[in-house]
């Protein structure tokens, strides 16, 4: 494609301007630039107009990173929306509460995780105040398994959420890459998802949607929990719904109190971790069903599956803590993480001394010791 040069001297793009490759004084007169140079790069435009023809562009309404085709020539501008002194660069992902983006922190000079609402949550002015409340709390939860929440802001209309960028990807990611995930690795996810949860509870909040999806990688081994003080947004929303049958949730992973009408604690979070851990190490969900009817739901959900019958290869002392952890009866449960962490970490104890175990048997003088 070619363009005059003095179109590069207004141009805005930021290798232009910083390299002067094509802006310089000697440079010709005609260059060969590709639209994809610029759109490959991420030298994206601070004001919505055509980066062609400098026509203002119809950019209203339009998510950050979308395409914005120019009415006037017909190109295609990548949109930036900047959201206060935060600019997305990448698309993470999108889940039932919003948009996730890769932004830079143009204060700080530092990626963070954006977290953009959807535009329908929660929008008058009482509600706001109760969730900038939640979230506030969650942000002073400071936790080596919490995603850390480092600000929540409005701008155009919408909420958004910033958050400590975690880029080795979530547990159902996991999930989908391994399939079963072995019973050490679900007890050492176990373990740093509890803590992060009793932190958070010490500061008197629950999670409401502990799931696959929401449990971060910092690495191979270390785990976060994400999304805390943000159920908050979404189940007001849906006390909008009309019909009380209408629950919000993730059916596989949600306490079978949300579905029957009963309240929640925090052994709601201990079932929904549980259900997590339960389908990393099955590769099902104790419940295996695609129905979104709550009273359905909660209806299996008093006969979740025996974690030995689809996975016998898991020891007894792990089947016995999930099993507790998704009993149907919240009595049943652990009724604190402190409770809760004894008995995965001595589940963990038992697997490492069978493993011990079966690797002494295997050396051949092992049983002249044996007896010793
Ligand atoms: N703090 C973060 N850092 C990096 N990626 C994140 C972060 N939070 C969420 N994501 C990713 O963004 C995507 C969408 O997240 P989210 O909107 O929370 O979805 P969900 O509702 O399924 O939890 C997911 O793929 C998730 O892994
Ligand atoms: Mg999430």
Sequence with gaps: MLFWHDQFERCRCLACRFQRRHCHPFAPKFVNVTVDFHVDQRKLFMTPTCWICGAALDAGGYEPLVRVVC???????????????????ETLGAGGMG???????????RFVALKLLRKDVSS?????????????????VNHPNVVQIFSL?????????????????????????????????????????ARGLRAAHRKGLIHRDVKPANILFVDEQAAKIGDFGLAAFATQQSQHTESDRVVWGTPPYVAPERLCNQPEDVRSDIYSLGATLFHAVAGKPPIDSNTNSATELCELKQ??????????????????????????????????YDDLLAELDAARRALEIADARRHSSRWPFSGLFRHH
């Excluded at 009415?71 to 660069?89: I, K, M």
């Excluded at 948009?99 to 000079?109: C, G, H, M, S």
């Excluded at 409340?133 to 002073?140: F, G, Y």
């Design 71 to 89: 009415r006037n020539c017909g190109q295609r501008n990548l949109l930036q929306r900047t959201f206060d002194h935060f600019v997305p660069v």
């Design 99 to 109: 948009t996730v983006y890769k932004a830079r922190d143009t204060q700080l000079e």
């Design 124 to 140: 008058e002015a009482d509600h706001d105040a109760q969730l900038q409340q939640e979230a506030r709390i969650a942000a002073s």
């Design 153 to 193: 802001g409005m701008d155009h209309g919408q909420f958004y959420v910033v958050m400590e960028l975690i880029d080795h990807g979530s547990l159902d990611d996991l999930m989908e890459s391994q399939g079963r995930l072995t019973e050490h690795q679900v007890l050492d996810i176990g373990i740093q998802i």
């Design 303 to 336: 006969h979740p599956a025996e974690l030995r019958s689809i996975a016998p290869d898991v020891s007894s002392p792990t089947a016995r803590v999930l099993q507790r952890m998704i009993a149907p009866d919240p009595k049943q449960r652990a009724p604190f």
